[in-house]
């Protein structure tokens, strides 16, 4: 109890931390580039604050998905595919996670930061406007096989998946930017089911840390979404370069 009082002030700070970390993850990405670092400072073990951290990613897709259906923003049966493919890549993921040494996961974890950090900096020129899409045929087949890849990393660590989700639903399927936000948060909504249960099963979640995150990012989350369907791929484009370059000062400075 005294450990509680004395750390009281952790939950108000979390649910600060996902509201912020909701409206990065549903118009960008790399929320948990914040959030994995923040839960570890806060004394949590590398892979308890990986299971954790799975909360409020849950919370963020589920929030962000029902607020860009409210917008009338579907992409399934496209999302429910490439979900379920990433699903199962996740839960090996998760695994990996689970049995890997702290030490060696805060390595990797840093190593992680610096590769997606240069996807973010010398990735490709995101397409604009009404594009032809291609989620049917081969390019679905693709697409599942990539997003199974993009699971297992996902069920890992997750930080900066949503840039990598973005750039590969624009540049090879040629979803316009809202589309892209839509279909991203039910994928990551679907794959993280699994990838939590994986490490809730294993006992690897702090759940008063992880519904004060989670809690945080469902309003966060819902206005990001609701506000980008009604001001257009503008406002996610600006927000992904402020987000890009927040993220590269962080990562290069701190």
């Known amino acids: 109890m005294d450990l509680l009082i004395e750390n009281f002030w952790h939950y108000p700070l979390l649910v600060l931390v996902g509201c912020i970390v909701g409206v990065i993850n549903t118009m960008a990405g790399g929320g948990s580039l914040i959030t994995l670092p923040i839960l570890i400072f806060l004394g949590l073990p590398s892979n308890v604050a990986n299971g954790t951290n799975r909360i409020g990613l849950l919370m963020t897709a589920f929030s962000a998905n029902m607020g860009y259906r409210s917008k009338g923003i579907l992409t399934s049966p496209f999302s429910t ?75 890992f660590v997750n930080a900066g998946i949503g840039f990598i989700i973005m750039l590969f639903l624009n540049l090879y399927n040629r979803m316009n930017l809202i589309r892209v936000n839509a279909t991203k948060s039910a994928v990551i909504l679907i794959y993280t089911i699994g990838a939590f249960l994986t490490f809730l099963i294993n006992d690897l979640v702090n759940f008063g840390y992880g519904l004060s995150l989670g809690f945080g990012t469902l309003f966060g989350a819902w206005w990001a979404s609701r506000y980008s369907v009604k001001k257009g791929e503008d406002i996610v484009r600006i927000f992904l370069v402020i987000s890009v370059i927040l993220f590269s000062f962080k990562l290069w400075v701190f």
């Open 81 to 155: 595919y490439i979900g379920l493919f990433a699903l199962i890549g996740s839960l090996i993921g998760a695994q990996i996670a689970i049995d890997i040494d702290d030490k060696i996961f805060n390595k990797i974890l840093s190593i992680i930061m610096i590769i997606v950090i240069l996807i973010i900096l010398f990735s490709p020129q995101i397409l604009k406007g009404d594009l032809y899409e291609r989620i049917k045929g081969k390019s679905l087949i693709v697409s599942c096989f990539v997003f199974f890849i993009i699971g297992m990393y996902g069920g």
